[in-house]
Antibody
């Protein structure tokens, strides 16, 4: 059974870059049948989609975040990563990674437990 | 949010409840809808994809439908364990982004 686990610093200073990694276990990030995604949830608020990634490196970003976001994949480690630059307090959120079967039309069927990132000096 | 959901709904155990999700032609009107359940302190869980399909582990108490630019999640035989936040989501062709509703808090009285 596929499991996803987010990891990275829980505290980031304003104007710095937030970096998170999602490790895929029980399956492969190189699966041609899936995309991989990042989603975030500010405290007490709803879900916000950040980006999609295919194992080939193909990416799709939320236009509202595109100028600050980079996602990448490391197939040798079965990991994919998120970098969000120039963070502000508005970027404080729980960050989730998730799997998207290519037959599910943008629906995320497996989620990581989430990691809380606080932006504060 | 691009998709509009009622902030809260409530019903008694054993009863049926529906949660609506309203959008536009650029999102729900021309794309498939998914639904997620988020229990307190947990990650979201996929309940419905492609408007009305259930992952194998989701009981048939949960159902989804779509008509025009609106979608509906139905839950029958309500249990106290169903108390959670529920989110709809879809692709928005105009925004070129996945969009979610603001979430609906279900209370089982």
């Amino acid at each position: 059974q596929v499991q996803l686990q987010e990891s990275g610093p829980g505290l980031v200073k304003p104007s710095e870059t937030l970096s998170l990694t999602c490790t895929v276990s029980g399956g492969s990030v190189s699966s041609g049948n899936h995309y991989w995604s990042w989603i975030r949830q500010p405290p007490g608020k709803g879900l916000e989609w950040i980006a999609y990634l295919y194992y080939s490196g193909s990416t799709t970003y939320n236009p509202s975040l595109k100028s600050r976001v980079t996602i990448s994949v490391d197939t040798s480690k079965s990991q994919f990563s998120l970098k969000l630059s120039s963070v502000t307090t508005a970027d404080t959120a729980v960050y989730y990674c998730a799997r998207v079967p290519d037959s599910y039309y943008y629906a995320m069927d497996v989620w990581g437990q989430g990691t809380t990132v606080t932006v504060s000096s | 949010s691009v998709l509009t959901q009622p902030p809260s709904v409530s019903a008694a155990p054993g009863q049926r409840v529906t949660i609506s999700c309203s959008g536009s032609r650029s999102n729900i009107g021309n794309n498939y809808v998914s639904w997620y359940q988020q229990l307190p302190g947990a990650a979201p869980k996929l309940l419905i994809y492609d408007n009305n399909k259930r992952p194998s582990e989701i009981p048939d108490r949960f159902s989804g439908s779509k008509s025009g630019t609106s979608a509906t999640l139905g839950i029958t035989g309500l249990q106290t364990g169903d108390e959670a936040d529920y989110y709809c989501g879809t692709w928005d062709s105009s925004l070129s982004a996945v969009v979610f509703g603001g979430g609906t808090k279900l209370t089982v009285l």
